[in-house]
């Protein structure tokens, strides 16, 4: 069965520190996809990015960018300059063949 | 303006109390979906809707029972609950019921069973 590893469980910076977001996933699928969602305290599940398993360009948007890396299974998150703003919860997920798995997300804390 | 709105945002219900969760989404998506967070686990999906159609139930009990008249609309009525039910209910929605389609996540309603 497919599995997300998000092995941390809180991370706390310091703002405009630079943060790494680990993820890390099982699976037997040749085709799948690979997601990250933000949760701030609101509640609400923000979409960020998804990535099919046949692209493994790194991709950036503004502060975020994603490592995408076959060889290692993961698919780590990082925020440059971290903001308070971005304080949330940050989940990693796959989809193949079957539906959406979660991984048990990070608590992120960015202090001013 | 919000794709995916849930209503009630806060809901505190006894366990003989009957109550329905409401989800709207306004992207024209035609699967729709009721998650469940609790507290230290990972999400865990309860049901899937397809053009109207359950597609999937993934082993929820009977006291939850979904409805979708159509394809923009989502229930979750809920009768004799018990307190671990308390949880974040998540509604989210996506083009199609595929497992690769993105899908878009409502505010939730955070449920307390007393």
């Known amino acids: 069965a497919q599995k997300v590893t998000q092995a941390q469980t809180e991370i706390s910076v310091v703002e405009k520190e630079d943060v790494t977001l680990d993820c890390v996933y099982e699976t037997r699928d040749t085709t799948y996809y690979l997601f990250w969602y933000k949760q701030p305290p609101s509640g609400e599940l923000v979409f960020l990015i998804r990535r099919n398993s046949f692209d493994e360009q790194n991709e950036i948007s503004g502060r975020y960018s994603w490592n995408f890396q076959k060889s290692t299974s993961s698919f780590n998150f990082t925020i440059t300059a971290s903001q308070v703003v971005d304080s949330a919860v940050y989940f990693c997920a796959y989809s193949g063949n079957t539906p959406l798995v979660f991984g048990k997300g990070t608590r992120l804390s960015v202090i001013a | 303006e919000t794709g995916v709105t849930q209503t009630p945002r806060h809901l505190v219900m006894g366990m003989t109390n009957k109550k329905s969760l409401k989800c709207e989404q306004h992207?024209?998506?035609?699967?729709m979906y009721w998650y469940k967070q609790s507290a230290k686990k990972p999400l865990e999906l309860m049901f899937v809707y397809n053009f109207k159609e359950q597609t999937e139930n993934n082993s929820v009990p009977s006291r939850f029972s979904p409805e979708c008249p159509n394809s923009s609309h989502l229930f979750l009525h809920l009768h004799t609950l018990q307190p671990e039910d308390s949880a974040l209910y998540l509604c989210a929605s996506s083009q199609d019921d595929s497992s690769t389609d993105t899908q878009y996540f409502g505010p939730g309603t955070r449920l307390t069973v007393l």
């Open positions: 992207l024209g998506h035609n699967a």
